[in-house]
DNA sequence: TGAAATGTTGGGGCG
DNA sequence: ACGCCCCAACATTTC
């Protein structure tokens, strides 16, 4: 059972297997795994003592030191990390590197299939214990079900740790013990608990094993990010800070406009867990309680209120992100499937064109656009645009939600199975909560109310730049000596709209009324 | 975390 | 002065 003796020399060492958890701050795993690394040899194996974050008894048998791997698992699943989203994976896999190495410590790059490389990393080693960040993907689940089975035939013990959610998605119910499926009772339920707080500081030094096994030599040089982001867990610290400097006090007015750095861009930080969403929630109560209502009214006070109200409305959209992830446990079909039954049977449309010009950019809308330019250049797409650009596929193509999720899943810097996943649902009409489906965006309205002055369009799409504003969402509207001063030919320079948007809705209301009426 | 259609109201122009 | 119409502005309903 115990692994050969020889190999271990002053103890076990243990596997800190890393995966969505890139940090050492207010790392729940990490502070398992330097637990059990520095219990001390000598301590029989009858002995247990509790370990913080671990939810139960665990037995120290470590004093090995403690060796940090990450795992490239290509995979075969349609969900395996995506094209842009590895971009940003392989910048953070080096500042994580070079985060461990000033802590005495390294990062052991693998490669291959996970349930391979970590039964060979314990055999290699002698390790006895594997601590991992918890996955909430499906296929992840069931890949850690079998392989702590694997795990546990050969001697080992695989934990997997909460690291990334504020609660639980176990202690969050309705009163009769089901998940919840609708956000407002949700999050009230949520805001009885006890509020989640930022966890421990980074270590100073990691016990190094007495060898380290053979990893990758190098992480192949990566492409370059934007200059704006800065992956790693000290570009995840700066983000945070910046925002709550300059943008939180007016998050709630300005977060909805893609022409604005209102957004606090923590998404990929927070996807590959550079970041703790518990750090942020405690830094943004932080900030609101160094700033107290004053007693009297004064445009101080209005200021603070501002603040508050930002605040709040900021901790719900963490809030949307852990709801997305507890329906993702609770529901695990729902990648891949409508959470309600009845939507299996919409009447999808087959139209490859439509497809490719939204994939493009050139559906003739300039805030739909504009928004998958942003996506292609970047990486990124500001929320109200993944609205607008999830509505128009959605709703004006009729094209199913899961080609839209699954493009958005390739070129997302910040790709998450469980956001895509209740975002594309939530557009569809189909899912938790979801925007009833004869809620249709009218993307000319959007962008007139979102992008009012046109410099979110003009940015992304700047064909369109000399056209004037007042025609600047609707140009098939603009009078040709207006387009011939604005140098535009449409149809050529820029397309006309690909669908009638009035049409399109009538459509939609359609097939909605049609899924209605049929049975289930 | 919509938009369009429909209904209501009230002010002003006008005969 | 008064009633009538028009319609903008707002509210409600419907999809």
Same mark, same amino acid.
């Given at each position: 059972?115990?692994?050969?003796?020889?190999?271990?020399?002053?103890?076990? $060492?243990? #596997?800190?297997?890393?995966?969505?958890?890139?940090?050492?701050?207010?790392?729940?795993?990490?502070?398992?795994?330097?637990?059990?690394?520095?219990?001390?040899?000598?301590?029989?194996?009858?002995?247990?003592?509790?370990?913080?974050?671990?939810?139960?008894?665990?037995?120290?048998?470590?004093?090995?030191?403690?060796?940090?791997?990450?795992?490239?698992?290509?995979?075969?699943?349609?969900?395996? %990390?995506?094209?842009?989203?590895?971009?940003?994976?392989?910048?953070?896999?080096?500042?994580?590197?070079?985060?461990?190495?000033?802590?005495?410590?390294? &990062?052991?790059?693998?490669?291959?299939?996970?349930?391979?490389?970590?039964?060979?990393?314990? =055999? @290699?080693?002698?390790?006895?214990?594997?601590?991992?960040?918890?996955?909430?993907?499906?296929?992840?689940?069931?890949?850690?079900?079998?392989?702590?089975?694997?795990?546990?035939?050969?001697?080992?013990?695989?934990?997997?740790?909460?690291?990334?959610?504020?609660?639980?998605?176990?202690?969050?119910?309705?009163?009769?013990?089901?998940?919840? *499926?609708?956000?407002?009772?949700?999050?009230?339920?949520?805001?009885?608990?006890?509020?989640?707080?930022?966890?421990?500081?980074?270590?100073?030094?990691?016990?190094?094993?007495?060898?380290?096994?053979?990893?990758?030599? %190098?992480?192949?040089?990566?492409?370059?990010? $934007?200059?704006?982001?800065?992956?790693?867990?000290?570009?995840?610290?700066?983000?945070?800070?910046?925002?709550?400097?300059?943008?939180?006090?007016?998050?709630?007015?300005?977060?909805?406009?893609?022409?604005?750095?209102? *957004?606090?861009?923590?998404?990929?930080?927070?996807?590959?867990?550079?970041?703790?969403?518990?750090?942020?929630?405690?830094?943004?109560?932080?900030?609101?309680?160094?700033?107290?209502?004053?007693?009297?009214?004064?445009?101080?006070?209005?200021?603070?209120?501002?603040?508050?109200?930002?605040?709040?409305?900021? #901790?719900?959209?963490?809030?949307?992100?852990?709801?997305?992830?507890?329906?993702?446990?609770?529901?695990?079909? *729902?990648?891949? @499937?409508?959470?309600?039954?009845?939507?299996?049977?919409?009447?999808?449309?087959?139209?490859?064109?439509?497809?490719?010009?939204?994939?493009?950019?050139?559906?003739?809308? $300039?805030?739909?656009?504009?928004?998958?330019?942003?996506? =292609?250049?970047?990486?990124?797409?500001?929320?109200?645009?993944?609205?607008?650009?999830?509505?128009?596929?959605?709703?004006?193509?009729? #094209?199913?939600?899961?080609?839209?999720?699954?493009?958005?899943?390739?070129? #997302?810097?910040?790709?998450?199975?469980?956001?895509?996943?209740?975002?594309?649902?939530?557009?569809?009409?189909?899912?938790?909560?979801?925007?009833?489906?004869?809620?249709?965006?009218?993307?000319?309205?959007?962008? @007139?109310?979102?992008?009012?002055?046109?410099?979110?369009?003009?940015?992304?799409?700047?064909? &369109?730049?000399?056209?004037? *504003?007042?025609?600047?969402?609707?140009?098939?509207?603009?009078?040709?000596?207006?387009?011939?001063?604005?140098?535009?030919?449409?149809?050529?320079?820029?397309?006309?709209?690909?669908?009638?948007?009035?049409?399109?809705?009538?459509?939609?209301?359609?097939?909605?009324?049609?899924?209605?009426?049929?049975?289930?």
């Amino acid at each position: 059972m115990a692994a050969d003796p020889d190999t271990q020399q002053g103890g076990a $060492p243990v #596997l800190l297997w890393l995966r969505r958890a890139l940090r050492l701050r207010d790392n729940p795993a990490l502070e398992l795994a330097l637990t059990l690394a520095n219990a001390d040899g000598s301590v029989g194996a009858g002995d247990r003592g509790r370990v913080a974050g671990c939810g139960g008894d665990v037995t120290a048998v470590g004093g090995g030191g403690l060796i940090p791997v990450y795992v490239m698992d290509e995979g075969t699943n349609r969900w395996t %990390t995506g094209a842009a989203s590895r971009r940003w994976l392989s910048h953070s896999l080096l500042a994580l590197d070079l985060d461990l190495r000033r802590c005495g410590s390294r &990062l052991l790059i693998r490669s291959g299939p996970a349930n391979v490389e970590i039964p060979a990393l314990v =055999a @290699e080693t002698g390790a006895r214990r594997v601590v991992a960040d918890r996955r909430w993907e499906p296929a992840w689940v069931a890949r850690d079900r079998t392989l702590a089975d694997a795990l546990g035939r050969i001697g080992a013990q695989m934990h997997t740790v909460i690291t990334n959610l504020l609660f639980d998605p176990e202690s969050v119910a309705t009163r009769d013990g089901r998940p919840f *499926t609708t956000f407002t009772p949700y999050w009230r339920a949520c805001r009885q608990l006890p509020e989640p707080g930022a966890g421990s500081d980074a270590p100073d030094r990691l016990p190094e094993p007495s060898r380290w096994p053979r990893g990758q030599e %190098t992480i192949s040089p990566p492409i370059a990010v $934007p200059e704006t982001w800065e992956p790693g867990e000290r570009g995840a610290a700066r983000r945070l800070a910046a925002f709550l400097e300059d943008a939180l006090a007016g998050y709630d007015a300005v977060r909805d406009r893609p022409d604005l750095p209102g *957004t606090s861009l923590l998404s990929p930080h927070l996807t590959f867990g550079e970041i703790s969403p518990a750090r942020v929630w405690a830094e943004v109560q932080a900030r609101v309680a160094t700033r107290p209502r004053e007693p009297v009214p004064s445009p101080a006070t209005a200021r603070t209120s501002q603040t508050a109200d930002s605040a709040q409305r900021f #901790l719900m959209e963490l809030g949307w992100r852990e709801f997305a992830y507890h329906l993702l446990h609770h529901f695990s079909h *729902t990648p891949e @499937e409508p959470l309600h039954e009845r939507f299996a049977s919409f009447p999808w449309e087959d139209d490859p064109e439509g497809l490719a010009a939204w994939r493009q950019g050139l559906t003739g809308f $300039p805030i739909v656009d504009a928004g998958m330019r942003q996506l =292609a250049a970047t990486g990124w797409m500001h929320n109200r645009a993944r609205m607008v650009a999830a509505s128009f596929l959605v709703k004006d193509l009729l #094209l199913p939600w899961q080609e839209g999720a699954a493009w958005f899943w390739r070129n #997302l810097v910040d790709a998450d199975l469980a956001n895509n996943t209740l975002g594309w649902q939530w557009t569809a009409g189909s899912g938790a909560d979801a925007a009833p489906y004869f809620r249709v965006f009218n993307p000319v309205l959007q962008g @007139e109310r979102f992008d009012p002055g046109g410099d979110y369009v003009r940015r992304w799409v700047p064909e &369109l730049t000399d056209v004037p *504003t007042p025609w600047l969402h609707r140009p098939w509207e603009a009078p040709a000596e207006v387009l011939a001063e604005a140098g535009l030919r449409l149809g050529i320079d820029y397309p006309r709209p690909i669908v009638d948007h009035a049409a399109a809705r009538r459509a939609a209301l359609a097939a909605f009324n049609s899924l209605k009426r049929s049975p289930g």
